[in-house]
């Protein structure tokens, strides 16, 4: 099944604690993404990369550091969370075609306390 | 700034009813996409849009592209209580920026 798969779905953590959250797709897509979710602020970008090891800053990028060593995989980094950085996060992935629509993964609700 | 603009906000329809969610852009993008997102879960694509004056129908949903491809609608005929969902509009331009989303509830 083509699907984008991010771990973990729930995760509560202490300030400053450095933390990874995963993300790996089957479909073999060039073009990888995470978004934050917030209430009133809606989806955000944070990063994006086109391909490996290309990567670049979304609209929201302070505090977040990514990498993309495969094409599969492109996972998101919190150096020192803070608690403004308690969201819901999705990893997105498409090809560079027109047209083609992307797949989410089904989230990471993250809580900073 | 909010570059894609929903309408409305919230929306709650008795089954059976029809509905439309407009989406207004302060730019053209590349492609138009609509995806629908249930609580805590990723959203799912509906539809992408690419050319202006575009219409595509997925069984009872319907998208427009306007000519000029900075607005969009979704309508929806006979909405079931299964359509419940955020709709969100999204405007690909190598980046997805996203509308604010409409909040759709359909009474059973």
């Known amino acids: 099944e083509a699907q984008v798969t991010q771990n973990p779905r729930y995760l509560i953590t202490v300030t400053g604690k450095k933390l990874t959250v995963t993300c790996s797709q089957n479909m073999n897509h060039e073009y990888m993404s995470w978004y934050r979710q917030d209430p009133g602020l809606g989806l955000r970008q944070i990063y994006y990369s086109m391909n490996v090891e290309v990567t670049d800053k979304g609209d929201v990028p302070e505090g977040y550091k990514v990498s993309r060593k495969e094409k599969r995989n492109f996972p998101l980094i919190l150096e020192s969370p803070s608690p403004n950085q308690t969201s819901l996060y999705f990893c997105a992935s498409t090809t560079l075609q027109e047209g083609i629509g992307y797949t989410f993964g089904s989230g990471t609700r993250l809580t900073v306390v | 700034t909010q570059l894609l603009e929903q309408s409305p906000q919230f929306l709650s329809i008795q089954e059976g009813e029809n509905l439309t969610v407009y989406c207004n852009s302060s730019?053209?993008?590349?492609?138009l996409q609509w995806y629908r997102q249930e609580p805590g879960e990723g959203p799912v694509l509906l539809v992408t849009?690419?050319?202006?004056?575009e219409v595509k129908k997925l069984k009872r949903l319907t998208f427009q592209f306007g000519d000029a491809r900075k607005d969009s609608s979704l309508h929806i005929t006979a909405a079931q209580p299964g359509d419940t969902g955020l709709y969100l509009c999204a405007g690909d331009d190598y980046k997805l920026s996203f509308g604010a989303g409409t909040t759709v509830t359909v009474r059973a």
């Open positions: 849009v690419v050319t202006g004056g």
């Open positions: 730019s053209v993008f590349s492609s």
